[in-house]
């Protein structure tokens, strides 16, 4: 697996899966019936942000990752990610790849910390990786977010000191 700087001519790739994942209302924030051009604006990022893809051999993206600073002027050494896997490549280790390569470049850019924002609590699979990373719950914001099978559950904020 190759993670690589996104490109424009990466963007109908990564639509088909982040509909999904948007509309399906499970783990991002987003309206559910976000437009595919809103959609690009949010996700790929300019300078000095982020986004990148990982790519197989035969160059398929498999799921990508945009990284940004947290907050502006005096909270702006804390970074912050989100990530984004293809539902048929998950379980293989992007997401995990794509969340290492984030803390690096956050590392290696002179963030302090990372901070996730919003990772709802039923999102385990991705609460659990965060943990294995060493992020912790620093906090839960309770029924923060309208699951549409759960109903109302928490937004956990997750951190990680670099």
Known sequence: MLIREAEAADWPAIWP????IV???ETFT???????????GWWLL???SRTVVA???AGTVLGTAKMNRNHMGNGSHIASASYMVSPEHSGKGVGRELCEYTVEWARSSGYRAMQFNAVVETNT?????YRSLGFD?????????????????GLHIMHKPL
């Open 46 to 48: 300019p300078a000095p």
């Open 137 to 153: 719950v620093i906090g839960t914001l309770p029924e923060g977010f309208n699951h549409p099978t759960e109903g109302y559950v």
């Open 55 to 57: 790519v197989d051999d």
């Open 17 to 20: 899966f982040f509909r999904t």
């Open 30 to 40: 987003y309206p559910s019936d976000l437009g595919e051009s809103e959609a690009a």
């Open 125 to 129: 699979r991705a609460v659990g990786l």
């Open 23 to 25: 509309a399906a209302g």
